[in-house]
């Protein structure tokens, strides 16, 4: 027998695993437990800090949502008005030293005269080569030029693409693109570029919701928070050693073992069937690619510059700087550094060379997060990265050579994206099921690895759903059809529902309910779907809920 015994078990507590966990605990049926080899919560959406008190997230995060429950959890961990920031997405394009709106195949008129007429030229062969094209496009690259034109595919597209993914659009499949990707009116760019006028904000995320304190992570800490203490095991406690599918077990690295009926694994799912020795499925996610990622962090003295004003995140094409991204991150928040007063020594200018003062000043103090791609196809030069960055922000005019920087961030990040590669969907139609056939449900940004539903609200509902398919065998449309959650607002589940079980364990070394031979069972759709009842809309309404 295992030391522990539970109906369901969690492996990782980011926004997947945490999902599966607030799913489980709002419905109070099965017993179960979550995982993770981490402190706190939060996976690839923690947030780390500075000795000096910067703050920096796992990249580029941001709260914008395609589902009611999801609003629901995050509203419930942090409901004060106070706890939010909402911002309008202000994003640009950094091209020959110009400032160009976000998305950049929809404004080329701020581009030169020649560009704008490469681009128009592409823009009008691509249109009336697609009136008669019969076939998909096969690959990233071909849909590229096929939306947009070899202008646009030239100047931009294919330079920023493989920045961020470090893999040619050639060696990529277009089924994740959906609402990734805007396509171009060619019959509006002509008039905007005719009236030099832009378009206006394109996307989910034109509006989105910033936590005022503790950065993204602090928002996945307070979703943890609400969950029972006794069914969370975290740090080296919780730390996955090998999982034995045929057994139901899972060993820690404490020696503890953990049984189970169903397993939620929200683990990268490379890294899983390893830690199962299964030899078939080693093998098979071979198939699968991912780009390490790099977020550096520099912090600055000085008020924020007017050439930075109120951007957000700004994309970078060209090769005259390493990163793909930057945020400025000290925009999302007055939190996201520290406050004006607080006394800091320079650690050196920005060209590099030393400070005229070793002695520690006030601020004020602003900040830029910036991220850099990495794999076999893009290798990087890693000792030398964050030199290379801040000469990549003098490069770009985002500071000055003089400008102090007061501390500096560099992590990286060995699963970073997960490749829509062209074998992609090949392995996962193979992988996932024979790993549901074992009670395992993989499922996350690299559990179930679909970049295209890899958001926060989108990892957070991939372990709702998966739960929702353990206890009554509800289909998981996040994981199945991404084009269509991401259509529409889904609003079927909402936190306000009730589910009354006949007999419910809520201790992770009780027994499930019992069946009438003593064994135990995860309630059926028979006898969970039947005893659900909706008691009317969510108890409290978002102050700032983005629609």
Not at 43 to 67: K, W
Not at 77 to 101: C, F, M, N
Not at 418 to 430: I, M, N, Q
Request: net charge negative; hydrophobic share 35%.
């Amino acid at each position: 027998m295992a030391d522990i015994n539970v109906d369901v078990l969690v492996i990782g507590a980011g926004p997947t695993g945490l999902g599966a966990a607030k799913r489980l605990n709002h419905i109070n049926g099965p017993s179960w437990l979550i995982l993770d080899s981490s402190d706190k919560a939060g996976g690839l959406a923690s947030t780390d800090i500075t000795p000096e008190g910067f703050l920096y997230d796992v990249g580029g995060h941001v709260i914008f949502s395609h589902y009611k429950y999801f609003d629901d959890c995050i509203d419930e961990a942090l409901p004060k008005e106070d706890d939010w920031y909402t911002h309008q997405r202000i994003s640009y394009v950094r091209y020959k030293g110009l400032w160009v709106p976000y998305p950049f195949q929809n404004n080329i008129s701020m581009l030169p005269k020649d560009d704008q007429v490469k681009c128009i030229d592409g823009l009008i062969d691509a249109a009336l080569d697609f009136r008669v094209a019969n076939t998909k496009p096969k690959d990233f690259d071909e849909w590229i030029v096929r939306m947009c034109g070899q202008g646009v595919a030239d100047i931009f597209m294919r330079p920023y693409n493989f920045k961020v993914w470090a893999v040619p659009t050639t060696k990529m499949q277009c089924q994740w693109l959906g609402e990734r990707v805007a396509a171009p009116d060619v019959k509006l760019v002509t008039k905007n570029v005719i009236l030099n006028k832009t378009a206006g904000n394109w996307g989910p995320n034109a509006t989105f919701r910033f936590p005022a304190r503790d950065g993204t992570g602090g928002i996945w800490i307070a979703v943890s928070d609400t969950l029972p203490e006794e069914k969370k095991r975290y740090g080296k406690k919780g730390e996955v050693t090998k999982v034995d599918a045929e057994k139901k077990r899972v060993t820690l690295s404490d020696g503890t073992t953990i049984g189970y009926d169903k397993l939620v694994n929200t683990m990268a799912v490379d890294q899983l069937v390893e830690k199962m020795g299964n030899q078939e499925l080693i093998t098979l996610s071979k198939g699968l690619y991912y780009s390490s990622t790099h977020v550096i962090g520099v912090g600055i003295r000085g008020e924020r510059p007017d050439r930075i004003g109120d951007k957000c995140w700004l994309y970078f094409p060209e090769d005259n700087c390493p990163f793909y991204r930057a945020t400025i991150f000290s925009n999302y928040s007055p939190f996201n550094q520290p406050q004006a007063d607080v006394e800091l020594p320079t650690l050196y200018l920005a060209d590099g060379s030393k400070a005229s003062s070793a002695e520690a000043k006030e601020g004020p103090y602003w900040s830029i997060m910036l991220e850099v791609s990495q794999s076999t196809m893009k290798p990087v030069d890693e000792e030398n990265l964050l030199r290379d960055c801040i000469q990549g922000l003098i490069n770009t005019d985002m500071i000055k050579p003089e400008d102090e920087i007061v501390s500096t961030y560099h992590r990286k990040f060995d699963h970073g994206y997960p490749t829509p590669a062209l074998e992609r969907e090949g392995v996962l139609k193979e992988l996932l099921p024979k790993l549901q056939d074992m009670g395992i449900y993989s499922r996350g940004r690299f559990g179930s690895w679909r970049y295209e539903v890899g958001n926060q609200d989108h990892s957070f509902m991939l372990g709702v759903e998966a739960v929702d398919a353990i206890v009554n065998g509800a289909v998981e449309l996040t994981l199945n059809y991404p084009d269509f959650v991401n259509s529409r607002q889904n609003t079927e589940r909402r936190l306000a529902q009730s589910f009354n079980f006949a007999s419910s364990s809520n201790a992770a070394t009780a027994p499930a309910a019992p069946k009438a031979n003593g064994a135990t069972e995860i309630p059926t759709r028979d006898r969970a779907a039947s005893k659900v009842s909706v008691n009317g809309g969510h108890s409290r309404t978002s102050s700032k809920q983005v629609k």
